[in-house]
Antibody, heavy 116, light 107 residues
Framework: QVQLQESGPGLVKPSETLSLTCTVS????????WSWIRQSPGKGLEWIGY???????NYNPSLKSRVTISLDTSKNQFSLKLSSVTAADTAVYYC??????????WGQGTLVTVSS | DIQMTQSPSSVSASVGDRVTITCRAS??????LAWYQQTPGKAPKLLIY???SLQSGVPSRFSGSGSGTDFTLTISSLQPEDFATYYC?????????FGQGTKLEIK
């Protein structure tokens, strides 16, 4: 059974960079697509982007200038960096596995608050 | 971006009722549509993919239909554990987008 677990700071200051890591267990990260999705009261569920095990990425155009998703196969982890954050980036951030049609495994989510 | 619009935004129903939720895409997405169930404090859980395929382990009282721009999720006989928020999502093109959600409440 594949499991995903997000980790990272729960509080980030405005203009700084949000950094989260997703640890995958029960399966290898060296296959499939690995994604980040966030959920906020104001914008609902929002797809952030994915990274393929080969390292190729695809980002939401609305966030593309600020987002980087990377992979660490040695640790079976992938990460999200979102720069220049504002209060609008306050959300629950989920990592998930994408299988071309479906997002079948999700992490439990981690709340990130942007505040000084 | 493809806009996904769900209706209704909320619905009240009783255990045993049949409930239908609709999702409309702003442009055709063939059958690239999934439905998720979310309970408070939890991640979305996949119910239906490819518009009508039941995810493994999901009870058969859940069903999906539609193609193109109009889709439905039907729960044939509501159980207590079904009271939750439901989301549709299109995976036809990037960015993948979600509907705004339908909250199913106990009457």
């Amino acid at each position: 059974q594949v499991q995903l677990q997000e980790s990272g700071p729960g509080l980030v200051k405005p203009s700084e960079t949000l950094s989260l890591t997703c640890t995958v267990s029960g399966g290898s990260i060296s296959s499939h697509y690995w994604s980040w999705i966030r959920q906020s009261p104001g914008k609902g569920l929002e797809w952030i982007g994915y990274i393929y095990y080969s390292g190729s990425t695809n980002y939401n155009p609305s966030l593309k200038s600020r987002v980087t998703i990377s992979l660490d196969t040695s640790k079976n982890q992938f990460s999200l960096k979102l720069s220049s954050v504002t209060a609008a980036d306050t959300a629950v951030y989920y990592c998930a596995r994408w299988l071309q049609e479906i997002y079948d495994y999700w992490g439990q989510g981690t709340l990130v608050t942007v505040s000084s | 971006d493809i806009q996904m619009t769900q209706s209704p935004s909320s619905v009240s129903a009783s255990v045993g009722d049949r409930v239908t939720i609709t999702c409309r895409a702003s442009q055709g997405i063939s059958s690239w549509l999934a439905w998720y169930q979310q309970t408070p404090g939890k991640a979305p859980k996949l119910l239906i993919y490819a518009a009508s395929s039941l995810q493994s382990g999901v009870p058969s009282r859940f069903s999906g239909s539609g193609s193109g721009t109009d889709f439905t999720l039907t729960i044939s006989s509501l159980q207590p554990e079904d009271f939750a928020t439901y989301y549709c999502q299109q995976t036809n093109s990037f960015p993948h987008t979600f509907g705004q959600g339908t909250k199913l409440e106990i009457k």
